[in-house]
């Protein structure tokens, strides 16, 4: 397929939620992310829901489809439990492309919503998004998770809203993170358990995950989330 997205420099932007976060690639080098207002015409579009695509898919697509001057990636949904992966699958098709026989669970931490993705032969067999980060910012939790609130949150889930409250009066931000991760990490206990995790993310919450994740014994490999979005996109681009 031709494209403007194609040709140099091209761009790659990611939409989560509200928030646009544009790169843009010229004779091999990437540059970014910066936040964005306005998508150029010649660049691949992941986060439109315009178009979409049911799991199990193909991690890595076969082709984009257009839409006028761009391109898009097409939003993987899930029916049960509904869920949309949007920004995640460049990443997800980034560490596939330089880990093409790799088989486990992708751990996401975004800006909004963590993703936990299932990959097998090759393709995304299911996910599982947790608005953690979201909560954990409007909470003001800290970055550095108690994993004993943690511990805590996991043995005994249906406690965390009076777990969450001891912790704002006692104004105790890491144990307020520990309590929402251990809320997630019990909630995705079928995901992790027994299989190899990659933490993929650069967020401020990624180094909190593989705290958590480490005390679990959750046998766990980190990459770094520019460097897979980055490549995700150069994949998308030579389509």
Not at 191 to 215: D, H, K, M, S
Request: charged fraction near 15%.
């Amino acid at each position: 397929m031709t494209s403007s997205a194609k040709n140099s420099p091209w761009h790659g932007a990611l939409i989560e939620g509200a928030t646009a976060t544009l790169w843009t690639f010229d004779a091999g080098r990437a540059m970014g992310p910066a936040q964005t207002e306005t998508l150029p015409d010649n660049a691949i579009i992941a986060g439109d829901s315009s178009y979409t695509l049911a799991v199990p898919c193909p991690v890595i697509p076969d082709a984009l489809p257009s839409s006028g001057p761009q391109r898009v990636l097409p939003t993987v949904t899930q029916a049960a439990p509904r869920d949309r992966l949007t920004w995640a699958r460049v990443a997800a098709i980034g560490f596939q492309s330089l880990n093409p026989e790799w088989d486990g669970i992708l751990c996401l931490p975004g800006h909004d919503t963590t993703y936990w993705v299932h990959l097998s032969a090759k393709e995304i067999v299911s996910f599982q998004g947790c608005a953690t980060p979201q909560l954990a910012r409007t909470l003001n939790a800290s970055t550095t998770p108690e994993t004993e609130a943690a511990e805590q949150t996991m043995s005994r889930p249906a406690n965390l809203a009076a777990q969450i409250h001891t912790a704002q009066v006692s104004q105790n931000a890491n144990a307020l993170l520990g309590h929402l991760l251990g809320a997630e990490i019990a909630a995705t206990r079928p995901y992790w358990l027994g299989q190899e995790v990659a933490l993929i993310g650069t967020t401020p919450i990624t180094e909190a995950y593989a705290t958590i994740l480490n005390a679990q014994h959750v046998p766990l490999i980190r990459a770094d989330g520019t460097k897979m979005v980055e490549k995700g996109f150069q994949i998308l681009n030579a389509l």
